[in-house]
């Protein structure tokens, strides 16, 4: 699994620190919304051709290991 410095930025110069795709100006957000409304991978790296296949897998595996961890509540308090 790739490291989260590794696909997603976070630059208080780019879209005020929301994390985005390293190396775009594409909000992290934008995926987990497009695959919220049914829109398939496939339509949103299109939507977002300055995205890779690999960043929005590794995104969506660096999410899956969040989710699924065993200290998820911990996780979850440190994050809010």
């Known amino acids: 699994m790739e490291a989260i410095k590794n696909v997603i930025n976070i630059d208080s110069e780019i879209l005020s620190g929301q994390p985005v795709f390293k190396n775009t100006r594409v909000p992290v957000e934008a995926l987990f919304m497009h695959l919220e409304k049914g829109i398939s991978l496939n339509e949103f790296l299109e939507d977002f051709p300055s995205v890779t ?20 509540e911990k996780i979850y308090e440190t994050a809010t």
């Open 53 to 72: 296949r690999e960043q929005a897998v590794a995104v969506l595996e660096i999410a899956e290991k969040i989710m699924t961890s065993k200290n998820i």
